[in-house]
């Protein structure tokens, strides 16, 4: 019995170490994936040291939600990302301004189940709990440049995106800090954005977007 019991636990620490080793971002040096580049399967909180610090124009993302951001510890603009091959990062703004980037554990991607209606209505939610508990605040809308007649200012702890690309920022008219969000659920915000959100905006209808952010509305 003791001899199964070890086999059980090497067996589920060698299955856990391969989990958290599956998530994987590639950082090229020049557009469409060329130039030198720097592979990173974990937290990478300042790239000073990497020889990449403010150099990468483009990425692919194998596995994994990824968070970059253009200053070090994950502060100043963030954009999270989902797998995929990003050919240029000016479309994002973060071309050549990468010198932070953290896998976010599988944030970001749509739950499983629900009631049918995931991915059907281009809005977010906005809830007053961490983990999509107390007061919620629906934004259908595409533009929401101040929360402060909303009753919903600087209370928000965790988010839901049914669909599209969302940017919601820590002060009002889309300024102070920002970070982007694609369709998912997000349990908690975050120091960055707790209790912090004054504004939100959807930039596009899909994720991830093939073209330049479209700030009108649609």
Known sequence: MKMKRTFLAVALLAASATAASAAELTLFGRDNFSGKRFRANDTVANLANSGFNDRATSVVIRE??????????????????????YPSLREIGLNNRVSSVRELGGWGEPPRGGNGKWGGDSRAILYSNPDFRGERFVVEGNVLPNLANTGFNDRAQSLRVERGYWMFCS??????????????????????LDNKVSSGRRISQDYPYNGPPNWGNR
Do not use: I, K, M, S
């Open 64 to 85: 994994g939600t990824w968070q970059l951001c253009d200053d070090a510890y994950f502060r100043g603009r963030c954009v999270t990302l989902q797998p995929g091959r």
């Open 171 to 192: 002060d009002a008219a889309f300024q102070g800090t920002c970070r982007t969000f694609g369709p998912g659920n997000y349990p908690n915000l975050g120091g960055a």
